[in-house]
């Protein structure tokens, strides 16, 4: 595929300031070959992005290589007391979600991409199926030490969920998003995955009310801080371009 390539602003003011000397019927031949070598002289090359489904392959491969690491080094005490069926079912889960949001992500990055999915409704839908298979997988026990054996899993999740938004900003700042709130969210919601993922392996409280709350809560706050960060660098940006005009 040929590589497209596109001006720079110094080149857009050239533009400008040719223009503002042109005729208004026509453009000269002389001034015509000034416009025309100003635009060839700054044009770079822009290398294509790859399809949505190459990228969501791309982005699902990366979580799970950073999550098996984490895994590893965190320990997988709370997955061997698990049944077999609560083990297959909570891994299908969130093999699902991984798939979703690496998906959804590589949708909204790439220019011309149908949006099969709004980003809203994605977690909206994996938070529906995570708290349905908590809620059915897991028993529901007593509430004692509920605050004390749960924080430190919000703190562990959260902690492990920053440095995957990081890589996974990373990894999609090439693309070209439509709504910052939106991707935002949906970084928020991918490296929230990796923490509850995380979570998942190491955690021995694997009870539903635990799990609904903690583990769900790290994927809240994730894509809280996602968006309100998102939000927060677009407003910053127009702020700046507005003093600049």
């Not at 909570?90 to 093999?95: E, H, K, Q, R």
């Not at 699902?96 to 099969?116: D, E, M, N, T, Y």
């Not at 991707?183 to 990796?194: H, V």
Request: aromatic residues 8%; hydrophobic residues 55%; charged residues 10%.
């Amino acid at each position: 595929m040929a590589e497209l390539q596109f001006p720079d602003a110094k080149t857009d003011e050239k533009i400008d300031r040719l223009l503002e000397l042109a005729p208004a019927a026509e453009l000269s031949p002389d001034l015509h070959r000034k416009i025309s070598g100003a635009i060839a002289a700054s044009l770079q090359p822009v290398k294509p992005m790859p399809s949505a489904g190459v990228l969501a392959g791309q982005f699902a491969s990366i979580f799970l290589m950073f999550a098996a690491a984490l895994i590893a080094t965190m320990g997988v005490t709370g997955f061997r007391t698990l049944q077999a069926w609560q083990a297959l079912g909570i891994v299908a889960i969130l093999a699902v979600g991984v798939s979703l949001f690496s998906l959804v992500l590589a949708w909204q990055i790439r220019p011309g991409s149908l949006q099969k999915i709004p980003a809203k409704l994605s977690w909206a839908y994996f938070g529906v199926g995570f708290l349905t298979g908590a809620a059915l997988l897991f028993p529901w026990r007593g509430t004692e030490a509920f605050v004390s054996h749960g924080w430190p899993c919000l703190l562990a999740g959260s902690a492990v969920a920053i440095p995957g938004g990081i890589l996974f900003w990373l990894l999609t700042r090439r693309g070209v998003p439509l709504s910052a709130g939106a991707f935002g969210g949906t970084l928020g919601a991918i490296a929230g995955l990796l923490g509850l993922t995380v979570l998942q392996f190491r955690c021995i409280h694997q009870d539903a009310a635990h799990l609904l709350v903690w583990h769900g809560g790290v994927l809240v706050l994730s894509i809280t801080a996602g968006v309100l960060v998102a939000l927060a660098i677009e407003r910053n940006g127009k702020g700046q371009r507005s003093k600049l005009g």
